[in-house]
């Protein structure tokens, strides 16, 4: 049930949000196919892996997007974009995208993707490409690196402040560049591993110890091998591996930078917070940072830091989403697998999205709802059980003599399906539990299985039945439902679970059909809305819209389109 899902926060044509959304399910088809996502001063530029899409940011993407927005075939894996323009690369040929002057892409025309000509004209097979601030780099198969542009901080690094409008070789021997996508400044990487960068400088973004703009190329000095640099409006970071491990350094405006000074960083510092972790992916937007990682735990994070008045940095915790800066890195979401940091304001990235998996993962987190502590770590002792089929009582025998490593990568196979099979001690621990083959086994599986299974109900739903106006009295009717799941998916009942009172708590509200709770509490469990033929769906709709508004649950777009469709059959 895991799959890649869109997400997105701050400014965004569904509205401005400071907590991480899933895109509306009428948006979400558009986006099959994706490829990356960048997005401009003035717009989003999605490349599928058949087309490129062009929207303004107050578009309306949950109407037609074809009356809204500009969409053409091509069949690319490369998109980039610079302040007003967009690149892309198909078959060795770059084209370019104008929104407003077309000096940074060689082309004449606006709102249209153009062939930059100038290379299949000259037989030059261009490999990669990237998009600065007012200005467009292109790197061919030969290593030579050229550029096209206003110029006007020197970025094309002739030592002139002349603007380019036909593309001219910057430098030759180049195995690898990078530029700023919001300010006008250039880093590249000669056959020697010698990193150079030249162009604006005004709060030391181009890390040569100075504030001097440069116009002639100045060498760069960084430890280790570079990974990737990332540039925006004053800073810079860089991703390096040094003795086999990542590092991630810093340099520009300190507000910006995630140093944690009071000042601006005029060379390379390493931000001291990434020790240790593996990095996976750095993105930057006009003044916000992502960085996807995978921590000292093993746990895999996109990270924030930045400027952060647009709400960028969304899904950190409610105390601090208002705080405008953030100068240390703080988790703003789990599971990532790309991110993309807008350039303008909002930013969308993939995330493994599964409702049942992500509320485990963060209730693992929470000693709130705790109800049984395992070798100190918060846990829920019905969940153990139900995933190895064994009473918890011979779980904690088999694990008295076990490392604290050990117990943690059972603890999170147990909520997240995540195994190192490398974890010798693990395994060994499963074969004495009598557990076989653990990787095969998935969470959303064992919770539809174990809804089916009576043995298995540690709680029961009294449903009261009294349309029956024969009977003198109404007729019980009780629904296996399990604590755990509830506690997990609807917020009144974390509450009901707090106090003594839980069962007269259910039963105030329990003169719903069977029929509704079993569809709820089925959903719950499967995220699948059934209903059989011979079900009332008028009154079944009405009951599950009231259960939904009385238990404060939080139902998913998947929820509720069902429920529109079954809508549609009342109607």
């Known amino acids: 049930m895991n799959t890649n899902k869109l997400h997105y926060c701050g400014r965004a044509p569904w509205g401005k949000t400071e907590v991480i959304k899933e895109l509306p399910d009428k948006t979400a088809c558009l986006f099959n196919g994706l490829v990356d996502i960048q997005q401009n001063e003035k717009k989003v530029g999605i490349l599928l892996k058949d087309k490129l899409i062009i929207y303004n ?4 993407l949950s109407t037609n997007i074809n ?33 407003t002057s077309t000096e940074a892409i060689a082309c004449k025309e606006i709102g ?21 601030a007012f200005a467009s780099y292109f790197l061919s198969d030969k290593g030579v690196l050229y550029g096209c542009g206003t110029n006007n901080e020197g970025e094309l690094g002739d030592g002139s402040n002349t603007t380019a409008h036909n593309p001219k070789v910057i430098a030759k021997k180049i195995k690898n560049f990078w530029t700023g996508r919001r300010s006008s400044f250039l880093f590249y990487q000669n056959d020697e591993d010698e990193i150079y960068s030249v162009g604006s400088n005004t709060y030391g973004q181009l890390g040569i110890n ?29 991703l390096t591996e040094y003795e086999g491990k990542h590092e991630l350094y810093s340099c520009g405006f300190h507000i910006y930078n995630g140093l944690n000074k009071n000042n601006n960083t005029e060379s390379f510092e390493k931000i001291n917070f ?17 960085i996807l990682a995978i921590n000292k735990d093993g746990e895999r994070n996109v990270y924030g830091f930045g400027y952060n008045d647009d709400k960028l940095l969304g899904s950190f915790p409610h105390s601090q989403r208002t705080v405008v800066n953030l100068s240390a890195p703080k988790i703003i979401n789990q599971r990532g697998i790309k991110i993309s940091c807008g350039v303008k304001s909002a930013y969308y990235f993939l995330t493994k999205s599964c409702s049942i998996v992500s509320d485990l993962e963060n209730l693992y987190k929470s000693k709130e709802f705790s109800d049984y502590e395992f070798y100190g770590k918060p846990v829920h002792q019905k969940l153990i059980e139900l995933r190895t089929g064994l009473k918890i009582d011979k779980v904690v025998n088999v694990f008295k003599d076990s490392d604290q490593e050990t117990i943690e990568f059972f603890l999170r196979w147990v ?35 174990w809804y089916k299974d009576e043995d298995s109900k540690d709680f029961n739903i009294i449903v009261i039945d009294d349309d029956d106006e024969e009977e003198e009295e109404p007729e019980e009717i009780e629904i296996p439902v399990h604590k755990l799941i509830l506690i997990i998916r609807s917020g009144l009942f974390r509450e009901m679970f707090k106090n003594t009172k839980t069962t007269n708590s259910i039963q105030d509200y329990s003169r719903k059909s069977e029929d509704a709770y079993d569809v709820l509490i089925k ?13 009332d769906v008028e009154l079944l709709l009405d009951e599950l819209e009231d259960s939904v508004e009385y238990f404060q649950l939080n139902p998913s777009s998947n929820f509720k389109s069902q429920l529109d469709q079954l809508q549609s059959i009342r109607n």
């Open 57 to 60: 940011h107050d578009t309306n």
């Open 67 to 99: 009356s809204q927005a500009y969409t053409t075939k091509i069949n690319s894996k490369k998109l980039s974009c610079g302040v007003h323009h967009f690149l892309v690369l198909q078959d060795g040929v770059p084209y370019g995208y104008s929104c």
């Open 112 to 132: 249209k993707l153009c062939e930059i000509s100038y290379f299949p004209k000259n037989g030059i097979n261009i490999v990669d490409l990237k998009a600065g």
């Open 210 to 238: 100075s504030l001097n703009k440069m116009s002639i190329p100045k060498k760069v000095t960084l430890r280790g091998q570079i990974i990737d640099i990332q540039a925006s409006y004053g800073h810079t970071l860089a």
């Open 274 to 290: 990434f020790e240790g972790f593996e990095i996976l992916q750095i993105s930057i937007g006009n003044y916000a940072n992502m």
């Open 415 to 449: 909520y997240t399906d995540y195994l190192n099979s490398s974890k010798s001690e693990l395994l060994d621990t499963f074969t004495q539990m009598g557990i076989n083959s653990p990787v095969e086994k998935t969470v959303e599986k064992d919770f539809i299985n």
């Open 523 to 535: 959903f719950l469990y499967t995220e699948k809305i059934e209903v059989d033929a011979d079900v």
